[in-house]
C-alpha cells in the first residue's frame, strides 16, 4: 500500500471528525485517469498540509491528495517554497541544484 499526504480542504471535506492520520484513502483518480493506472489506488494517509491555492490567487482551494511520483506520473508539477528575503537567489539556486539532478527538466520561465 502507498503513502499520501492530503491537504486540509479534503481533511475537512471528507475526514472532519477523525483524526486522519493512519487511516486508509482510496485515490480513484489514481485508478481511473492515470495514463498508467494505479491497480490498487488504497493509500495510508501520513501527513496532512496546508492548502495550496493551484488555481490562482483567485481560484478556489480544492480538496487535494499528494502521491509519490514512483507511484503515478501525470498532472503538474510545481515545487512552492516560502522564504523571508528575497526569493530570487533561492530560485536560482533551486533551478540549478533541480538541473544538476536531471538536465531534462526545464524550469518555469525558462
Known amino acids: 500500500?502507498?503513502?499520501c499526504i492530503l491537504n486540509d480542504a479534503?481533511?475537512?471535506q471528507f475526514l472532519p471528525t477523525a483524526d486522519p492520520i493512519g487511516k486508509q484513502?482510496?485515490?480513484a483518480r489514481?485508478?481511473?485517469d492515470a495514463p498508467e493506472p494505479v491497480k490498487d489506488p488504497w493509500f495510508e494517509i501520513v501527513?496532512?498540509?496546508s492548502n495550496i491555492k493551484?488555481?490562482?490567487v483567485r481560484g478556489a482551494i480544492e480538496a487535494e491528495a499528494y502521491a509519490p511520483l514512483s507511484i503515478a506520473i501525470f498532472g503538474n508539477f510545481m515545487f512552492y517554497l516560502r522564504t523571508a528575503?528575497?526569493?530570487a537567489p533561492l530560485a536560482k539556486a533551486l533551478d540549478s541544484t533541480i538541473l544538476s539532478v536531471d538536465h531534462t527538466v526545464y524550469p518555469q520561465g525558462t
Do not use: Q, S
Open 1 to 3: 500500500m502507498g503513502v
Open 10 to 12: 479534503f481533511v475537512r
Open 25 to 27: 484513502v482510496k485515490l
Open 30 to 32: 489514481l485508478e481511473r
Open 47 to 49: 501527513g496532512v498540509c
Open 54 to 56: 493551484n488555481h490562482g
Open 85 to 87: 528575503g528575497d526569493p
